[in-house]
């Protein structure tokens, strides 16, 4: 008896048999003739690897019976080949499956496997159109439905054919648009989703979904083996409702700002996961759990986003890219702010603009240690406060540090 490989071992040297959920499977198209040639699928095993693969159109067939999505299975005999470098994945294994007449398929019963129903590899929302730019290499996206528009009919290689914009929005407030067409809004359907949410906001993990830059513009859109979750209940979706949305009040020796802390950013100052805070506070909405009251009164230098953001029910405020905590008596000398468009690029700007962000300058780097930097800085932050249509433009960056000492900060800002 052939033993059982974990996926995370499977490679081209190794025999075995797998045990895994059929997570996906779609057409193999022949792109010269549209014609479809085989079928390609994705598996999942127990300890959460995922393998993608392809049968001939014929084998399938055969077996499209007990090779179905979501059925868990024994798969023995198959063979196995390499990816290349520049070879289109869905999932990261370095290797792909394939199956011949030889393969054998044998449905196991769901109640002994405890194998997970969905595979993800989240990409950041930020690194679409910077980071991430193939069109040809599917990702992974998750996010709050921000909102999306009513389903329109547009004529597509010469047919009416349904079609949809959804718009996502991530943690740090960033939005990309998914484009569905014909029964992709049918799979999603958006308005179902909303319709059953009670007015509460509606989370989406997509898998698989192709970048497109059309007119200077990505965007995400729909191919065959994009699959969308938006159930609450689904564990990565649940891990991202449990993440730190936190506003934190600030000051140094010119004044007061508020600044926010979201996601990992917040983990990495608390320490602890959003979750684990929950699960070990018992307290009420209004008193702070400990991990976070331990940080009132503590010194760090905050790089902060140049533009307000959309932190709650239209409060704004600055969100901070990166912190580092203090010791000691360290300070932090800031650059000047522009603002109206107007070039003032002082030497500690031209200095700062040779670092990178995880290149944080200490207080050696930086010579110029006047106040009047401070006091420009936090006036603007006030003003901002004050008049929301005015920005703080910098030539060099858009992320500025400042030292400051968290003050307090609001425990309804954790979700």
């Not at 052939?2 to 025999?15: A, E, H, K, W, Y």
């Not at 004529?155 to 949809?164: E, S």
């Not at 703080?392 to 000492?405: H, L, Y």
Request: with cysteine.
């Amino acid at each position: 008896m052939d033993s059982v490989l974990p996926i995370s071992q499977v490679t081209n040297r190794v025999q075995g048999v797998i045990h895994a959920r059929v997570l996906k499977i779609w057409q193999a198209i022949d792109t010269k003739n549209n014609n479809v040639w085989g079928m390609n699928f994705v598996l999942l095993d127990k300890e959460g690897g995922a393998i993608q693969g392809v049968m001939p159109i014929n084998f399938y067939r055969r077996m499209e019976v007990e090779f179905v999505e979501g059925n868990i299975c024994e798969i023995g005999r198959f063979t196995v080949e390499h990816i290349k470098n520049s070879g289109f994945r869905t999932v990261k294994h370095d290797f792909t499956l394939y199956f011949s007449g030889q393969t054998y398929v044998t449905p196991l019963d769901p109640n002994l496997h405890d194998i997970p129903v969905c595979y993800f590899d989240f990409k950041c929302l930020e690194d679409i159109g910077t980071k991430i730019t193939d069109e040809k290499q599917p990702i992974d996206v998750i996010g709050r439905v921000s909102h999306f528009t009513t389903i329109e009919e547009k004529m597509a290689n010469g047919k009416p054919t349904k079609m949809q914009t959804v718009y996502m929005t991530n943690e740090s407030g960033h939005t990309v648009e998914i484009t569905l067409w014909a029964h992709f809004v049918d799979q999603l359907d958006i308005d179902g989703v909303y319709a059953k949410s009670n007015n509460q906001p509606m989370f989406l993990a997509c898998s698989s979904v192709m970048l497109k830059h059309y007119q200077g513009k990505y965007s995400l859109r729909a191919y065959a083996a994009t699959r969308f979750y938006t159930d609450r209940g689904i564990k990565e979706i649940k891990e991202y409702l449990e993440s730190y949305k936190i506003l934190w009040q600030v000051e140094d020796d010119t004044g007061e700002a508020e600044f926010s802390a979201i996601g990992n950013t917040a983990q990495y100052m608390i320490g602890e996961k959003a979750s684990e805070v929950k699960d070990n506070s018992n307290l009420d909405c209004n008193e702070l759990p400990p991990p976070l009251k331990k940080l009132i009164g503590k010194k760090y230098k905050f790089t902060i986003s140049g533009k307000l953001q959309v932190l709650y029910k239209n409060h704004r405020a600055y969100n901070i890219i990166r912190s580092e905590l203090i010791i000691g008596n360290e300070q932090l000398a800031l650059p000047a702010i522009t603002k109206d468009g107007e070039d003032k690029t002082s030497e500690i700007e031209k200095k700062m603009s040779a670092f990178e962000e995880d290149d944080m300058p200490t207080s050696n780097d930086l010579k110029d240690n006047s106040s009047g930097a401070n006091k420009t800085l936090l006036k603007e932050i006030k003003q901002e406060f004050k008049t929301p249509k005015k920005k703080i433009v910098s030539p060099q960056k858009s992320q500025t540090p400042v030292t400051s000492i968290v003050k307090k900060n609001d425990p309804k800002q954790k979700r």
